[in-house]
């Protein structure tokens, strides 16, 4: 792109009634009525822009070799199938039953998918909605969605065969190159509430 595409932004839509971030005035105080208003607004924009995008061909466990894909150019995501001096990108696996566990008996892969699922659910860090599309015995796929613009991220949870108790995740917005860390904190804030339930990282990040 000839220029940094970042995520549609209310500084666009000044002609739509919505204040600019560029003016050196103070923003005048503006009634519920006409908040309500332009919310609305926005909203019909990004219904009829489609800001949130179309889903990706390439999500899904990849065959050749068996992983979640790999991440675009763009700072917009991060997964555990890129190579570890990749800092933009790459984030460790999680493991559900760690080696320094206090757990006597392991949990199972069933166990472990009703915690994510529970855990997924019930964080939401970036006040996206979370939305489970896509369950199977061993990969989960919620699409995120933000509360204003309906802009869409995808996040991945794969549990490879083995007898190893890992978990392999992508998090990625459809649109944009910039995303404000927001997948980032995302995985991170799962990552803690996951610790919560005995479940560590394969390294710090």
Partial sequence: MASIFMRPSFSCCSSYGVT????????????RREVVLRTSEIATLAAIFHFGGPKPNYLGVQKNPPSLALCPATNTCVSTSEDIS???????????????????????????IKELLQVVTSTKPDNFTPNVVDRK??????????????????????????DKSIVQYRSASRVGSIDFDINRKRIKALRLALEKKGWASESNF
């Fill in 137 to 162: 015995d061993d990969y989960i796929r919620v699409e995120y969605e933000s509360p204003l613009l309906g802009l869409v991220d995808d996040v991945e949870f794969w549990f490879p065969p083995g």
């Fill in 20 to 31: 600019s971030l560029h003016k050196e005035s103070p923003a005048p105080k503006i009634g």
């Fill in 86 to 112: 990749n800092t933009s990108h790459y984030v460790p696996p999680w493991n559900y039953n760690p080696p320094d566990g206090s757990r006597k008996k392991p949990k199972s892969r069933e166990e472990a």
